[in-house]
């Protein structure tokens, strides 16, 4: 049996999440789902993980502090001890107060600037990358499913039978 | 559905109130002075009284943005609310406390201070109240110096070595206001005319603004004010569950961007008046912000705290995590929102390094060291690692151990803005401190769950009711 792509195409995003828990809770598994604007509810149908995102953040963020004490730290004590407001205080602690600007915005800038690229490169999205997108229409007022038949165990026309009952208004086929 | 109010939270209540009896017997029995004590009541007063504000704060934002997921629990600050009267009468025994001379928390208000001219037998007077005072300061507190027993944010003429590291010439433009000048005048005549060596240029500069009058006058309207908006929002609101119109729900609308006008304003200059005319010397811009950040989250971490009580009760089924996760997001972000204020206040001072400025800093610093360090651990830090991350916020646990240490945080923080201008070294955090925090601790706990009780605990005819039980983040 070759394997198969069938793209189902909604008009209604409500319909479309409505097929979506109905395919899925007869054991279809969905592929992907291709929408212009993101649809409540869905990740969790579809089985799309919790993201990670978060926790690169603090990762970056505290890559960033770091960064930021150990220039200051080079900077303002070690290399050239700076004498700030005449405070005879020239341990980096005792400094801290005149960092903390400093600190805060290497701390948002690596996070901020971390998570941006980050999210770039997981989703793919850099120079030169073509479009995944199967169906021009699903930018503008219309939604699409995808699903693999290799991933399931049902054939491709049960598949496309349960898409047109639950409202799909267009069914198409391709070889994977 | 409506709340009981179960006989056992009721005697836990109780019984905290009982430790604030228990705490002020202590004080009177173990002979701490009296400054000590009212400065204790300011606190506790203040503290409440910014929950309670904060709970009406958060009813008038959430109509005047329209918000819907906090349609659910709405009842609970406003209950929060009716603790209001309470807590103002508080500080208004408090400030009443100073003006008839009971206590010096408001140091300003001593008229002879801001006198120009005063006569040889006044001036003989004023300074045998003085020595009275200290007296008697001395005679309740042996270890106190009894120049340190009014509370005065004097000059310190006794400044330690310490402090000129920081003040090097650290004086005001004014006369050491301890030191006794009458034997100066010891053959003019009585009624000789002479410039009043007490004269403080600087609170005289501020009567303007800072005089008893005026003073009172505006804690009467903020409080008058503040009341009458909580008593409005919950009459429309529990008028509404029996209506069922929406006609209610566009006055409490209309009625909230007026509050947050008049809020906006008075949060501020309530912090100038009760707070920071502790330290009549100094002042700061910020100030009433960093009040207000404080006063903020400890209402949303209040609010945070009774909904979990009612929900772990078997009430607010219809509040769940995700509901949660934006009260902690609430209660994350303006922790670090106080924190930001602190920092801009602190950055500043530290970095001009100004005398008049920095001296507040200073008396912090050399006194309250570590309660002072503390003070941020406590409400920035551990609260910015611990809800952090999103599974913390939806879990109630998570909320109510973070929740206690913010409260409890928190009212150091308002402790740190009084105790320094009032009692300087003289402080303590003993039987006295933590009884009156736990008594008026029961005391907001009693009035708020009791006015919960009063009414359904959902606004079911609130336009935004249904939205917020679908509330899905």
Known sequence: MSNKVIYGLFDDEEILLKSAKDMVSKGVRIKDVFSPFPIHGIDPVIGVPRTRLAIMSFIYGAIGLSLAWLMMWYMNISDWPLDIGGKPSQAFYMNLTAFIPVSFEMTVFCAAHGMALTYLIVNSLYPGQQPHNPDNRTTDDKFMVQINTADNKKTAEEIKSMLSSTGAIEITEKEA | ?473
């Open chain 2, 1 to 473: 559905m409506n709340y009981t109010l179960t006989k056992n939270t009721r005697n836990i209540l109780f019984g905290m109130m009982g430790l604030g009896v228990v705490g002020l017997i202590y004080a009177f029995v173990a002979g701490i002075e009296g400054q000590r004590i009212w400065a204790n009541l300011l606190v506790n007063g203040l503290f409440f009284t910014f929950i309670a504000l904060a709970g009406t704060l958060f009813v008038a934002i959430q109509y005047a943005a329209e918000a819907g997921w906090s349609a659910g629990f709405k009842r609970v600050p406003e209950a929060m609310g009716q603790y209001l009267p309470v807590g103002g009468l508080v500080i208004l025994v408090v400030l009443a406390g100073s003006a008839f001379h009971v206590n010096h928390i408001y140091h300003w208000m001593d008229d002879y201070l801001t006198t120009e001219k005063t006569t040889v037998q006044d001036l003989r007077a004023y300074e045998e109240g003085l020595q009275h005072h200290a007296a008697h300061a001395e005679h309740h507190d042996a270890a106190a110096p009894a120049a340190e027993g009014h509370g005065h944010d004097a000059p310190h003429a006794e400044a330690t070595p310490a402090a000129d590291k920081y003040v090097s010439e650290a004086k005001f433009p004014v006369g050491p206001e301890h030191d006794l000048y009458a034997a100066n005048y010891e053959k003019a005549a009585p009624t000789d005319s002479i410039a009043n060596p007490h004269f403080d240029e600087i609170i005289a500069g501020k009567s303007g603004y800072l005089n008893k009058p005026f003073f009172f006058a505006r804690a009467i309207i903020y409080l008058a004010i503040w009341i009458f908006f909580t008593w409005f929002f919950r009459k429309r609101s529990l008028a509404e569950d029996l209506a069922g119109d929406e006609v209610k729900h566009k006055k409490n609308m209309n009625a909230s961007g007026w509050f947050l006008v008049f809020f906006a304003v008075t949060s501020s200059t309530m912090a100038w008046d009760w707070v920071m005319s502790v330290d009549p010397h100094w002042f700061s811009t910020l100030f009433g912000w960093y009040v207000f950040s404080g006063m903020f989250v400890t209402g949303l971490t209040m609010i945070t705290l009774i909904s979990i009580h009612l929900k772990r009760n078997g009430y607010f089924q219809h509040i769940n995590e995700n509901h949660l996760h934006d009260l902690g997001k609430f209660m994350f972000g303006v922790s670090v929102f106080w924190a930001y204020l602190w920092t801009s206040q602190f950055l500043l001072i530290w970095y001009a390094n100004i005398p008049e400025e920095v001296t507040y800093f200073q008396d912090r610093w050399e006194n309250y060291k570590v309660l002072w360090v503390a003070n941020l651990v406590i409400n920035f830090i551990f609260p910015f690692l611990v809800l952090m991350s999103r599974d913390a916020k939806r879990n109630m646990a998570y909320l109510v151990v973070a929740g206690v240490v913010i409260i409890c945080g928190h009212w150091l923080d308002v402790y740190l803005m009084i105790m320094p201008g009032t009692v300087k070294a003289n402080y303590g955090i003993g039987l006295l401190e933590i009884g009156m925090f736990a008594g008026f601790a029961g005391l907001f706990g009693y009035v708020t769950l009791n006015a919960l009780s009063k009414a359904p605990l959902v606004a079911k005819n609130h336009p935004f009711v249904d939205e917020a039980s679908h509330h899905h983040i």
